[in-house]
């Protein structure tokens, strides 16, 4: 048997790094690209340039970028980020000696564009800015004021523009909160007490509130020096959702004990009355040992404030995964998610999905066999006339031709199919997080 077969998923098929960086002009569209839609769609990946890597979060940061306007596709760029770590997963314990120092990121989560910013996002260090053209600029400190690292799902509310995040550490402090203004100014850092080290991916925002989830998935430093991320399940440490005023402290955060479960990922978060509304995907355990891995399902979770109680309801039987909300109402209510229907062999999609948590029910545009997707952004059509009223924007890779697409599909019903494809002529492997970014209007 051929390495390739004994490689982990990460390593395999369309999960590999690409060897080279790309940029091309010349790219051919099928259907058509709508014209309100004006800016870049940039989505980051792990791309461990050098050939190894002990995990798949641990790639270097390649940011996959199209340049739309006019109803052209301008350019397609796959760049790599310029980090202090690139190349270096061939190092014997990269993990360890990424953790010392905040610059030593990797980019290779999310992108968003803030305050006139473009940043590439990891979960433990600092971010790097990057040019709209996908150049490295270098790692983003918020002008020598953050003094933990960044997670790769802050949150920007729409209503006052202010970017809300926090860092979690391996050592004291656990978690910390930041608040940034729309001008990009770093104005609060709170420290929010925790029992541990635990793995902290994302958090909730609504009107008034930020809503921390405290996780049974755990580090043991003890096995920071054996490779890969020392990450375990815990059956002990128990399961917590916190809710803080937005410009409040720790000592405002009240601990709701829910199920033990973990999460990558909610879909978004509101207000309604005295209860807390989170709609999420949950697996009901993550990384214990010896036991199979369990499918991520779409849960809605209702914090009673007033009763201190947490209601958990399962929604949908279909694994899905790469939730996300139009970003003008993130915080707000919503009534759809946008999500990638997961394969059940490896983290990638056969299909998008649009669920309608009124309603509750899903529609969705399937891949055709051997077509596989990631992440939908949502794009809003100019002069929106409702919340679903705009574009979904990914990538998609066929496996059949070795190439993959840029899709545009219709918000309204993307069961429908494209509207527009571009034609990138090249792999664009699996990967995390993105965003549109449209040009001021
Ligand atoms: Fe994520």
């Given at each position: 048997?051929?390495?390739?077969?004994?490689?982990?998923?990460?390593?395999?098929?369309?999960?590999?790094?690409?060897?080279?960086?790309?940029?091309?002009?010349?790219?051919?569209?099928?259907?058509?690209?709508?014209?309100?839609?004006?800016?870049?769609?940039?989505?980051?990946?792990?791309?461990?340039?050098?050939?190894?890597?002990?995990?798949?979060?641990?790639?270097?940061?390649?940011?996959?970028?199209?340049?739309?306007?006019?109803?052209?596709?301008?350019?397609?760029?796959?760049?790599?980020?310029?980090?202090?770590?690139?190349?270096?997963?061939?190092?014997?314990?990269?993990?360890?000696?990424?953790?010392?120092?905040?610059?030593?990121?990797?980019?290779?989560?999310?992108?968003?564009?803030?305050?006139?910013?473009?940043?590439?996002?990891?979960?433990?260090?600092?971010?790097?800015?990057?040019?709209?053209?996908?150049?490295?600029?270098?790692?983003?400190?918020?002008?020598?004021?953050?003094?933990?690292?960044?997670?790769?799902?802050?949150?920007?509310?729409?209503?006052?523009?202010?970017?809300?995040?926090?860092?979690?550490?391996?050592?004291?402090?656990?978690?910390?909160?930041?608040?940034?203004?729309?001008?990009?100014?770093?104005?609060?850092?709170?420290?929010i007490?925790?029992?541990?080290?635990?793995?902290?991916?994302?958090?909730?925002?609504?009107?008034?509130?930020?809503?921390f989830?405290?996780?049974?998935?755990?580090?043991?430093?003890?096995?920071?020096?054996?490779?890969?991320?020392?990450?375990?399940?815990?059956?002990?440490?128990?399961?917590?959702?916190g809710v803080m005023?937005?410009?409040g402290?720790n000592a405002d955060v009240v601990w709701?004990?829910?199920?033990?479960?973990?999460?990558?990922?909610?879909?978004?978060?509101?207000?309604?009355?005295?209860?807390?509304?989170?709609?999420?995907?949950?697996?009901?355990?993550?990384?214990?040992?010896?036991?199979?891995?369990?499918?991520?399902?779409?849960?809605?979770?209702?914090?009673?404030?007033?009763?201190?109680?947490?209601?958990?309801?399962?929604?949908?039987?279909?694994?899905?995964?790469?939730?996300?909300?139009?970003?003008?109402?993130?915080?707000?209510?919503?009534?759809?998610?946008?999500?990638?229907?997961?394969?059940?062999?490896?983290?990638?999609?056969?299909?998008?999905?649009?669920?309608?948590?009124?309603?509750?029910?899903?529609?969705?545009?399937?891949?055709?066999?051997?077509?596989?997707?990631?992440?939908?952004?949502?794009?809003?059509?100019?002069?929106?006339?409702?919340?679903?009223?705009?574009?979904?924007?990914?990538?998609?890779?066929?496996?059949?031709?070795?190439?993959?697409?840029?899709?545009?599909?219709?918000?309204?019903?993307?069961?429908?199919?494209?509207?527009?494809?571009?034609?990138?002529?090249?792999?664009?492997?699996?990967?995390?997080?993105?965003?549109?970014?449209?040009?001021?209007?």
């Amino acid at each position: 048997m051929s390495d390739a077969i004994h490689a982990p998923f990460w390593l395999r098929d369309n999960f590999a790094p690409t060897p080279d960086e790309v940029s091309t002009s010349s790219l051919e569209v099928l259907g058509t690209i709508p014209t309100d839609l004006k800016g870049r769609y940039l989505r980051t990946g792990p791309n461990p340039i050098s050939g190894p890597s002990e995990h798949w979060f641990l790639g270097d940061g390649m940011i996959h970028g199209i340049e739309l306007a006019d109803g052209e596709a301008n350019w397609f760029k796959s760049k790599l980020i310029q980090t202090p770590m690139l190349g270096r997963p061939e190092e014997e314990n990269y993990f360890a000696k990424a953790m010392q120092s905040l610059e030593n990121g990797l980019g290779n989560t999310h992108v968003i564009g803030h305050a006139g910013k473009i940043l590439a996002l990891e979960e433990l260090h600092y971010p790097f800015e990057m040019t709209p053209e996908l150049e490295t600029v270098g790692a983003y400190d918020f002008g020598g004021k953050l003094a933990t690292g960044m997670t790769a799902h802050p949150k920007i509310c729409a209503r006052t523009g202010e970017l809300l995040f926090f860092a979690y550490g391996l050592m004291p402090p656990y978690l910390t909160y930041h608040r940034v203004s729309a001008e990009g100014k770093l104005v609060q850092s709170e420290v929010i007490e925790v029992g541990a080290a635990t793995m902290v991916h994302d958090f909730n925002i609504t009107e008034n509130h930020v809503i921390f989830m405290d996780l049974p998935v755990m580090f043991d430093l003890s096995k920071a020096d054996h490779g890969g991320i020392p990450l375990a399940w815990s059956d002990d440490y128990g399961a917590r959702l916190g809710v803080m005023p937005r410009e409040g402290s720790n000592a405002d955060v009240v601990w709701h004990e829910i199920d033990p479960c973990y999460l990558f990922h909610p879909v978004n978060a509101y207000e309604d009355g005295d209860d807390i509304v989170i709609d999420t995907c949950r697996f009901d355990h993550f990384m214990k040992p010896d036991v199979p891995p369990v499918p991520t399902l779409l849960t809605r979770w209702t914090i009673d404030t007033v009763a201190g109680k947490v209601d958990e309801k399962r929604l949908m039987d279909v694994p899905v995964e790469f939730l996300r909300v139009p970003d003008s109402i993130v915080g707000q209510k919503h009534q759809y998610g946008y999500m990638v229907h997961m394969r059940d062999d490896v983290p990638a999609g056969r299909g998008i999905v649009k669920y309608d948590f009124e309603a509750e029910k899903m529609t969705e545009f399937r891949l055709d066999e051997g077509e596989f997707c990631g992440e939908p952004v949502f794009a809003p059509r100019e002069n929106a006339a409702s919340e679903d009223d705009g574009y979904l924007l990914f990538y998609t890779y066929d496996e059949r031709t070795n190439t993959s697409d840029f899709v545009v599909l219709d918000a309204l019903e993307p069961e429908r199919g494209p509207i527009a494809r571009v034609k990138l002529g090249v792999r664009v492997p699996f990967g995390f997080h993105g965003s549109w970014i449209a040009d001021e209007r």
